[in-house]
């Protein structure tokens, strides 16, 4: 994937992300999942560095989100399991099959959209979606977010280590919750200032509000090839989806 | 002298008020190196913003190359890019300056903003090259050192390879070695002609300066570092270099001493002439 241009491979990975979100069979969503999969090995990412990203959170909050699905009284169906016979309170296989497509949907997302960031230096995604049309102050407010979240990030952190140092006993959740809110407004304060002293020196190097950039990259024959292979593949799944091959 | 910049009267009050600057007057002239000195909150980075037309005087005047600086001005596109074509302004926090997602991007931003394409291409390579830090052009600004982002921020200026450079406490917080690269570039700036403006705590930067001005919220001293450090400084909250202050002291013991040193290269010099050695 990395020696496939930018903006190919963006456009291709949404194909295979809308081809799985317009899934809505089991088998269909398992095989976008295992191309996926493929695509990573093929990339040379590590697999389980992979599927720990895409595994752990997103799809376990999309699964606990989808639990009131499974059951009777969400999802009327065949019961599977009673949990209560007065009122009636009973998982259906109907709303067990609709909880499972939804996770493995969601997960199938998560992986494709993942590949992105995980195959292409971020200022190339930035680029190339540039390129597609995407409005520059959206980039330019994107690549800011990017630099700049880890630096914030830290900082809580060291807020957080500096009052861990500082605290001779456990605190209880209100006080926790005081001194929270006092930690993010020293954040917001931080971020405000830093803001300002950002936007002076990008003034001071010349910005004057359009975003200019160098874009390298060519389209050749293997991206071409690339893409219509993935239009041609999501078409083929998708007719298999809706039991027409 | 070329005069580069001339401040008349410049007086500043951030919008709550408070004075930063109060009638301040100084000249700047080509190819020196200036350095200012003075406590913390005495208003040197709003002196800074405003030789480098980011914000401009409450009252007062400012003068780059003979014209007046406004804010008017600064809006017409060309003057603005000329102007920062030859004003570059090293900030104190690197990462303010580092806002793109890789080091190249970061020292091509100036000069795809003030040159052709083509050009900026050539300086950004070269000035990648010329600072060392090629092998960093992928890598993300928050996974470099401080010593590499302050190099790194040092780069993006001399990518429009400015006539005037400003540097807001250049060798805070760096390591030895960081902080003697960051001393040996300042003084390839003189040597290369360019005018430097600095902000500094570090007693042995303020001595490579030509004259140094020290601030509190009004100019309270103008002239040369030897000057400088041979008054009592206690008073104005400076520091003095470790070899100046021993030989103060020795001064002050009633052994002849006529001059102080700056440096320890200065005071080996000194002593050789003294014991004749």
């Known amino acids: ?245 | 002298m070329k005069e580069v910049y001339k401040l008349i009267d410049v007086s500043y009050k951030y919008p709550n008020g408070v004075v930063a600057l109060e009638n301040v007057n100084l000249t700047i002239y080509k190819n020196e190196i200036v350095t200012i000195l003075g406590p913390n909150g005495a208003g040197k980075t709003t002196l800074l913003k405003i030789l480098d037309g980011l914000i401009f005087p409450s009252k007062g005047e400012v003068y780059f190359e003979g014209k007046l600086l406004t804010e008017k001005l600064l809006t017409d596109k060309k003057l603005m890019a000329d102007f920062r074509k030859k004003v570059g302004f090293v900030f104190q926090n690197p990462d303010v300056m580092l806002f793109n997602p890789t080091v190249w991007d970061e020292v091509a931003y100036s000069p795809l903003h003030l040159y052709s394409k083509e050009k900026a291409l050539e300086v950004t390579d070269k000035v990648l090259k010329d600072m060392k830090i090629y092998h960093l052009k992928d890598r993300h600004p928050y996974n470099l050192s401080g010593g590499e982002k302050k190099k790194v921020s040092i780069a993006c200026i001399l990518s429009i390879e400015p006539e005037v450079i400003l540097m807001d406490e250049p060798t805070a917080s760096l390591d030895p070695k960081s902080r003697n690269e960051v001393i040996n570039l300042i003084k390839s700036f003189k040597e290369k002609g360019k005018t430097v403006i600095l902000i500094t705590h570090d007693v042995n930067i303020a001595s490579l300066a030509d004259r140094c001005y020290v601030l509190n919220k009004k100019i309270i001293f103008e002239g040369t570092p030897k000057e400088l450090f041979s008054l009592d400084l206690d008073e104005l909250n400076l520091d003095v270099p470790d070899v100046s202050k021993l030989f103060i002291k020795l001064k002050n013991m009633g052994y002849n001493i006529n001059e102080i040193p700056l440096t320890v290269d200065e005071a080996v010099n000194l002593l050789t002439k003294k014991f004749k050695i």
């Open chain 1, 1 to 245: 994937m990395q020696n496939i241009e930018s903006r190919i491979k963006i456009i291709s990975l949404v194909i295979l992300l809308i081809g799985a979100v317009m899934s809505k069979n089991i088998i269909t969503l398992i095989i976008f999942n295992i191309i996926a999969l493929l695509l990573a090995y093929l990339s040379n990412i590590p697999i389980k560095y992979y599927l720990k990203r895409v595994y752990i959170f997103i799809p376990i909050f999309a699964g606990i989100i989808s639990i009131p699905v499974i059951f009777n009284f969400v999802t009327p169906g065949h019961d599977i399991l009673v949990i209560l016979n007065n009122p009636h309170i009973s998982i259906t296989y109907e709303g067990v099959i609709y909880a499972i497509t939804f996770t493995l949907r969601v997960a199938t997302c998560v992986s494709y959209a993942i590949l992105i960031p995980m195959t292409t230096q971020w200022n190339k995604v930035t680029y190339a979606i540039g390129k597609l049309g995407v409005p520059d102050i959206v980039i330019t407010i994107t690549n800011l977010a990017y630099r700049y979240i880890f630096l914030l990030l830290n900082f809580v952190l060291d807020m957080m280590s500096s009052r861990k140092s500082r605290s001779i006993r456990k605190l209880g959740m209100l006080e926790s919750w005081i001194l929270g809110g006092k930690a993010i407004g020293a954040l917001f304060i931080k971020t405000y200032e830093m803001g300002e002293d950002t936007y002076y020196a990008m003034l001071s190097r010349g910005y004057t509000g359009e975003i200019k950039y160098i874009y390298n990259e060519k389209i050749t024959i293997k991206d071409i090839l690339f893409l219509i292979f993935s239009i041609i593949l999501v078409v083929l799944l998708l007719l298999f989806d809706r039991g027409i091959l």
